[in-house]
């Protein structure tokens, strides 16, 4: 079971008062990832296309680039932060203004929007899904956050799917959240932006304390910075950003947020899966994104879907994923 803080902020958010970023960088899996993204936060979350951000640390492809133009997102060039560890060119995002909007939601690119998220249950400055799995371990983060020379927070706990034992508790740090989705209010986000820049560049520096999980080393370090600032930070439910990695059925409600790690076919639409709440979500994801497909590349016959997958290995899927 989910233990959870009750530090609370004044007031919810209101739709329109949000900012929604991501960062998209060079890799094969990001191309073929931005599409749906875009398409269903428009389509699917009804997120006005003023209030899209796509940051990138390259050049954008010149199809993705028309299509922002043609869908009028904001773009922005960023530099790129480490190239050791690319997951934290998303702290770049943290520097851009996002004039007149009270908060902002960091995303990756691999994820999709199934519906509206309810921004009004966000009560915190700061808040996040809790790590899907117990990486790093708690232990890890004891010796980071002593090291650090930082106090210990309270423990938070969450559960991940067991093959053998269902469901099994494991405990973490507030803040350490999976680095798919974070929300936060645009008068910290500077602020945080700031000791998270620093906190991941003193981890890279010490990155042995993190061991065989040095990969999760913007996680760890948001986490760090957060719990450094004092800030209130809130939990999200698992449909916020629910993961379609793990064999895990949806722990209550319809998920609205979708993680899929790059589980694309050819055409960037998602492998099905097998729990009914989220398939019913999968076919809304994937008509919208065939919409679009039709609508913004038919008539470049295929050649830019191509570029994107000829010659890069497709990802293997789990054997819980459904075919096709």
Known sequence: ?????????????????????CVVDDKPEIWSSIVPWLATAIELAHIEPSQIHVHHVCALEPEIAELCLALEVNTHRIEPFDPNYPHTN???QCATAFAGVRAVVLTDVDVVFAGSPPLGEVQNPIAGKLVDLPKPPIEILRQVFAFASLPFPRTCTNEYPHSEAGRVDFETFPGNYNGGLYVIDREHLARIGEAWAYWARWLIRHIHLLGRWAKHVDQVSFCLAANQLRTDMGLLEDAWNFPLHLKMAPDGEEPFILHHHALLDDQR??????????RSALARVNGVIEDYERRFFAERGGSFRQS???GTPQQPFPDWVASP
């Open 90 to 92: 998303k702290i770049g």
């Open 1 to 21: 079971m989910r233990v959870w803080p009750k530090n609370l902020r004044n007031g919810p958010i209101d739709a329109a008062d949000v900012a929604w970023s």
């Open 269 to 278: 639409r998602l492998r099905g899966a097998s729990a009914p709440r989220v």
């Open 308 to 310: 994107l997958t000829t």
